[in-house]
């Protein structure tokens, strides 16, 4: 049985940056020698386009004002998200329809703290699944929020924690998770996660889980990669390994 555990950081402790530095902007000034905008980075958005997640779990950290990002988790399930403002990004993850059925998930992300080595966001979502048969259409809804800790300024290594609470009609339960980004060079991240799923209340009665994940991340300013192994101790009767492989890109970048 997953150990029930929840980390939340006080933020309180820590004095914050200067207004300008939580506000600051992601310029697009100059023209590129194609004739398009050159989109200048700083340190509190994502640098490439994984850079607003560890594995699954999301980061603190929004793509830049204007940009897109499309991303493929193992082919089947698909990823498109688009940066509404320099803090808030909206994510629509879906997959093709498979048997008269296709979930979906919309994911709306905000920071609300940016700090020199402390970052946090929240988040709302709402998820639909749709062709279920007699019951036709189920919707969750789930809102949660996430801390970044960074292990130096420019943020590319960092410690995250989220949680989240995921509800449908009478049926809550908590979703926890923590992860660890540690850039090793300039084309190389090593990647590890571990996520807690604990009801609330007695509807599911014990059921809860535990996933764990641990990979390699080849990041770029448009493309990224990661290829991550993911464990569940207590999936049904036996234990699961799996690999997943995810490619991301980011026009415009």
Same mark, same amino acid.
């Given at each position: 049985?997953?150990?029930?555990?929840?980390?939340?950081?006080?933020l309180?402790?820590?004095?914050?940056?200067?207004? @300008?530095?939580?506000?600051?902007?992601?310029?697009?000034?100059?023209?590129?020698?194609?004739?398009?905008?050159?989109?200048?980075?700083?340190?509190?958005?994502?640098?490439?386009?994984?850079g607003?997640? *560890?594995?699954?779990?999301?980061?603190?950290?929004?793509?830049?004002?204007?940009l897109?990002?499309f991303?493929?988790?193992?082919?089947?399930?698909?990823?498109?998200?688009?940066?509404?403002t320099?803090?808030?990004?909206?994510?629509?993850?879906?997959?093709?329809?498979?048997?008269?059925?296709?979930?979906?998930?919309?994911?709306?992300?905000?920071?609300?703290? !940016?700090?020199? +080595?402390? @970052?946090?966001?929240?988040?709302?979502?709402?998820t639909?699944?749709?062709?279920l048969?007699?019951?036709?259409?189920? +919707?969750?809804?789930?809102?949660?929020g996430? *801390?970044?800790?960074?292990?130096?300024?420019?943020?590319?290594?960092? +410690?995250?924690?989220?949680?989240?609470?995921?509800?449908?009609?009478?049926?809550?339960?908590?979703?926890?998770?923590?992860?660890?980004i540690?850039?090793?060079?300039?084309?190389?991240? $090593?990647?590890?996660?571990?996520?807690?799923?604990?009801?609330?209340?007695?509807? $599911?009665?014990? *059921?809860?889980?535990?996933?764990?994940?641990?990979?390699l991340?080849?990041?770029? !300013?448009?493309?990224?990669?990661?290829?991550t192994?993911?464990?569940?101790?207590?999936?049904?009767? @036996?234990?699961?390994?799996?690999?997943?492989?995810?490619?991301?890109?980011?026009?415009?970048?």
């Amino acid at each position: 049985m997953a150990t029930r555990w929840l980390v939340w950081p006080l933020l309180a402790l820590l004095a914050p940056a200067p207004t @300008r530095a939580q506000e600051a902007a992601v310029s697009q000034s100059a023209a590129s020698s194609d004739g398009g905008p050159l989109i200048e980075f700083d340190d509190y958005h994502a640098a490439e386009p994984h850079g607003d997640r *560890v594995v699954l779990m999301p980061t603190a950290k929004t793509q830049p004002k204007g940009l897109f990002t499309f991303s493929s988790y193992d082919v089947v399930l698909l990823q498109a998200g688009y940066a509404i403002t320099n803090s808030t990004q909206v994510t629509l993850t879906f997959t093709p329809p498979v048997a008269g059925g296709m979930p979906l998930d919309l994911t709306l992300k905000t920071a609300v703290f !940016r700090g020199p +080595f402390v @970052r946090a966001a929240a988040m709302a979502s709402a998820t639909g699944l749709t062709g279920l048969g007699d019951v036709g259409f189920v +919707f969750l809804g789930r809102a949660g929020g996430v *801390v970044d800790f960074c292990l130096e300024p420019q943020c590319v290594s960092s +410690f995250t924690v989220a949680s989240n609470v995921t509800f449908a009609g009478a049926v809550l339960f908590m979703w926890n998770g923590a992860g660890v980004i540690w850039r090793v060079g300039p084309k190389l991240a $090593l990647l590890a996660e571990a996520d807690t799923m604990i009801p609330l209340g007695r509807a $599911l009665g014990q *059921v809860n889980g535990l996933m764990a994940w641990a990979g390699l991340r080849v990041p770029g !300013r448009r493309w990224s990669f990661d290829a991550t192994l993911g464990h569940s101790p207590r999936a049904g009767d @036996r234990p699961l390994t799996f690999p997943l492989l995810v490619l991301s890109y980011r026009p415009g970048a």
